[in-house]
Structures are given as C-alpha cells and as structure tokens.
C-alpha cells in the first residue's frame, strides 16, 4: 500500500458527496486517498482531529492588497506589504488562497510580473487576481489579461463613486463601457465581470438628506445614507446588460434584502448572475452600538431583517459565495473606534476572522450547515473563478489545502491574535468567537497548529487561469 507524507484521521471530513467519518492522506502535496480510517494507507506524519470537522480550506474571492496606498506609501510598495501581513493572517484563520484586486490607473499588462512575482515571494498562500476596469485603456487590455495573464475577472464600478470616496481612486463605469465589458468578456471562457451593485447619484441625495438630520452620526446613519433600492436598483440594470450579451455576472458584498428578490427573479428568467456577501453583514448589524466606525463599510452593514434575508439567501441558494472584501488599513487611517462616520474610510478587516465568523455565527447558531458553508466559502468561489477541483473540495487529486475545525474552541479577537498589518481594529474586534481552526493544512503541510504559525512566506503559488481554468495536477 503507498505510504503518504501526511494523514488526517479521526474526523468529520466534508465531501462533495457528504460527510463522512474518517480522514485524508496526502502525498507531494496532493489528496492521495479519501475514506475511513481503516481503509487509508499510512503516513509519516499522522493527526488525530478528535472528532473534529476536517474541511477544505476557506477561499475568499473578494479582497483589496494595497488599499491603502498613498496614506504613507505608494500602490506597489503597500501591494508587496500586504502580500505578507495579510497572507500570514489567512493561514492562520484557515483561508489557504484568494483572489485579491488590482487597482492603479496604469495599464496593468507592463506590472504584471511584478504582481506575480512579488506574490509569490511575499505570500503564504495560493493566489491569483481581478483586475479593476476603471480606465479606456483597461479595456483595451482585457483580452491579453485573459490570454498572457491568466485573469479571467474583471470588475466594474457600474454608476458608483463617480463623487463617494475618491481617495480610492477607482473611476466609474457608465452604462457604455459595462456593455463593452459585457460584450468582450462574453466571449471569453469561465470569465466573468463583477460589480459593485450602488448607485451613486442617489447615495449623494441621501447622504444629503441623513446629514441634514441633526446630530445624526453613527452605524444607523450610515446604513440609512444607502437604502436598499441603492442596491437592487443597480443590480437591475446590471442583469439587463448581462442578460443582453450572455456574459456572466457576480455581484459583491450584497447588504440589503432588496437585493434577494431582485437577483432571484433575474436567476429565476435564466440570466446568469450570481451573488455574494461578506461575514461582515452576516455577524454584525446597524443597530449594534459596540461595532462603531469600524463597521463602515460600502455598500453600509445594514439592519437586522437585512442580515435574516441573507441568512435566508445562503440557504436558499440566492446567494452562492461568501468573501470578505478586506481593506488593509492601518487604525490610524481607519480612525478610532468611536470616530465620526463622516470621516474615515469605507471598509472592513476580515481575513482571518472568515471561518470563525461563518463557524460562529453560520454553524454554532443553526443559521447554516458545516455542508453550506463549505460550498459557499470554498467549493462555489473555486468553480466560478475556476480553479475546481484543484482548489475547494477535499477530493483524490486536489491540493491538500485543509483545516481542521474545532467548534467548541473559541478565539478572543484583539490585536495579540491578529496578524494583520492593522493588527488593531475590525467590525468583530473584542468579540470571542466560537469554532476555529486547530490546524491549517496548505500543500499537505501542517502551516499552523493551535494559533501557532510555523511556515514561512514565499509559499504561495500564483493561480493563471486559462480557458479550462487553472492547471490541474
């Protein structure tokens, strides 16, 4: 019988097929055998889960390395730090690859090597990108990103910051260059175009009208400068334009209730559009006084009957993936916890608190299966950016990229457990959650065991995507 470099046993182990009792052994970094435990060959290195769910590791789609660029450094320089700091976070909250955006006004084809390389050297997990479709010239590149790059997303600020936030610096897109997008993107295999579903025009009438109203400034303030119409009413024209070209659409961070409806009724006529959320709505709502600024978000954590729909959303298949849209900033550019919300930035931490906050929140309070929530942070967000089964799925053959999650153990989130490189602050800062990773598992090696992280940066390995996705083992 092959003997395998590593063997996970005694677990819970997640399956495409179900959940099973037994465990995973992995060799040369790939699952060599899944099953019981009596059926599995042996290993040099054996763990023993204790009954312990054994899961693929969480992927997030949805993240924003060098953000925060300009506040002391330039794009590239903050792009190479974050690469570390916030890679080193993901290992340790089991996160073992993302997809992270690219964002500068030059065109991105000349930089790329430099992404790619200063990736691999900096990361601690697999990796790959979106590119940001804010300039004429991007689109122009869009075809050679796909076939030279191996980018195969592209996203779209369709109608929104054409004035909110513009330190950001992302240019919005109108209703002609999303059809272009659309159109080119059509026709190119597994690519798809994501948006930022707000509507700008009528944020800047409200964000009037809630700034008017008297001595009004918290997390309910916020949430109110953007109503759910905001959101669903460019989702509308969003699934117009993608029914139109037979393209394929993603639409991030989805907040309010509205949304639901309006993407299950276009779902439902047979357009291809999919949506996500983040584990910031999920865990946190706009009448909770201890979030503080450090829940602004954009599009805003809304109310509770908002964060019950998309509860209801992942469970019904609404919505299919869960991201984080973390934005590395450092406290001092976010602001102080009980800061004014007409100032700091817009956006959320959320890395390394991704699976303790679908365990804690999803999980431990019957709001979602351990199956679920499998298929919405890990196996959803591989296939629609094409990197299943290599990624996502404990299966024969895939990276044995794992975590062994414990749902009684609990974690105190504060800057002594956090990794990042604003290791201070995030919506869920002070709260102890409930179900975590004992182990992290990336290429069939033990990368953290009990909060102790015992790799080294330079791990990660670039995801290209070509037509078929990425290259299989």
Not at 9 to 15: E, G, L, P, S
Not at 33 to 55: M, Y
Request: aromatic share 8%; with cysteine; hydrophobic share 35%.
């Amino acid at each position: 019988m092959t003997t395998g470099d590593l063997k996970v046993q005694n677990a819970r182990v997640v399956t495409p097929a179900g959940t099973i009792q037994g465990g995973v052994v992995a060799s040369d970094g790939r699952i060599l055998d899944v099953g019981s435990d009596a059926s599995l060959p042996d290993a040099e290195e054996t763990i023993d889960a204790n009954g312990n769910f054994l899961i693929p590791g969480f992927i997030c789609p949805h993240n924003h390395m060098g953000l925060s660029a300009g506040y002391e450094n330039d794009y590239h320089t903050q792009f190479e730090l974050d690469m570390e700091t916030e890679t080193r976070a993901c290992i340790k909250g089991g996160v073992t690859s993302f997809f992270t955006f690219l964002l500068q006004e030059e065109r991105y084809l000349p930089d790329m090597d430099f992404f790619v390389d200063t990736g691999e050297q900096q990361s601690y997990i697999d990796f790959g990108f979106h590119a940001i479709i804010h300039q004429d010239h991007h689109v122009e590149e869009i075809q050679q990103l796909a076939d030279e790059a191996g980018i195969r997303s592209f996203k779209l600020f369709y109608n929104m910051y054409k004035q909110s936030a513009p330190e950001l610096g992302i240019g919005h897109a109108n209703a002609g260059r999303t059809y272009r997008v659309f159109r080119k993107v059509s026709d190119l295999e597994g690519a798809v175009v994501m948006f930022h579903a707000e509507n700008d025009d009528l944020l800047q009438e409200t964000l009037r009208e809630v700034r008017d109203e008297q001595e009004r400034d918290s997390l309910e303030a916020w949430a109110d400068t953007s109503p759910g119409i905001a959101q669903s009413m460019q989702i509308e024209q969003i699934a117009s334009l993608c029914d139109e070209t037979d393209a394929t659409a993603y639409v991030v961070h989805n907040s309010a209730k509205e949304t639901i409806s309006t993407l299950k009724r276009y779902q439902e006529d047979g357009v291809d559009i999919y949506g996500e959320t983040l584990p910031s709505f999920l865990g946190n709502h706009c009448q909770d006084e201890d979030v503080g600024l450090w829940g602004k978000i954009s599009p805003p954590v809304r109310y509770e009957e908002d964060q019950i729909a998309l509860w209801k959303g992942l469970r019904n298949g609404v919505l299919q993936h869960v991201g984080t849209d973390h934005c590395p900033y450092p406290v001092e550019y976010k602001g102080d916890r009980d800061g004014s919300f007409w100032d700091g930035p817009p956006g959320d931490q959320g890395l390394q608190t991704f699976l303790p906050v679908m365990m804690h929140y999803g999980v431990n309070k019957n709001r979602l299966s351990m199956e679920r929530v499998v298929e919405t942070c890990a196996t959803n967000n591989a296939k629609r950016f094409g990197i299943y089964p290599r990624k996502g799925a404990i299966v024969e053959g895939a990276d044995a990229d794992m975590v062994v999650v414990d749902l009684d153990r609990e974690v105190k989130v504060d800057s002594e457990w956090l990794e990042y490189m604003g290791n201070k602050w995030t919506s869920v800062y002070d709260e102890t959650l409930q179900g975590t990773p004992s182990h992290t598992i990336k290429g069939g090696e033990v990368m953290v065991e009990d909060d102790e992280i015992i790799a080294d940066k330079g791990i990660g390995e670039y995801l290209s995507r070509g037509p078929s996705g990425v290259e299989q083992a």
